[in-house]
């Protein structure tokens, strides 16, 4: 497995739709498992595939409270209530914005063998679960921030 380079808001990639996911296969897990290690080396909590340049519907999740998702093809069934919080995000370091998202959200997804399946979120998962979907959209969150803030890198 490798760790893959984190693009960064002035790469143009990261402004495109990422396609969906086709061939469940070794290819897939490979990447899965790349973007695991490559989230986990940033101390991120979450990442999705347009992140590290590949433009497909896969997102790695780990919200560091006992929840682990890969997520390939995730689409919204429902989303519920809004709630301001505070986001980060590894393609643009050294900020944080403030974001209004739903604090309920039911999405549909397929896991690593393409069987679909259905998960509720709420909270702090919900958010990340909205940010990366946002990413399969070209968008990022501070398209959406009402404020935004530069936060100094840890250890130094």
């Known amino acids: 497995m490798a760790i893959r380079t984190i693009r960064t808001d002035e790469d143009p990639i990261l402004r495109k739709k990422s396609r969906e996911v086709e061939k469940f296969d070794e290819n897939l897990k490979n990447l899965i498992e790349d973007m695991k290690e490559t989230m986990y080396e940033a101390q991120g909590v979450g990442l999705a595939a347009v992140q590290v340049g590949i433009l497909k519907k896969a997102i790695v999740i780990d919200d560091y409270e006992g929840t682990k998702l ?35 959200v039911t999405i549909q997804y397929q896991d690593l063998q393409g069987k679909k399946k259905n998960l509720e979120a709420e909270g702090f998962l919900a958010r990340i679960i909205q940010h990366e979907m946002d990413h399969l959209d070209g968008i990022l969150y501070t398209d959406k921030a009402t404020e935004m803030y530069d936060v100094e890198k840890q250890g130094e």
């Open 70 to 104: 890969e997520l390939i093809n995730p689409i919204f069934k429902s989303r519920e209530g809004e709630v301001d919080g505070m986001e980060g995000c590894l393609s643009v370091p050294e900020k944080m914005g403030k974001i209004c998202r739903a604090e309920k």
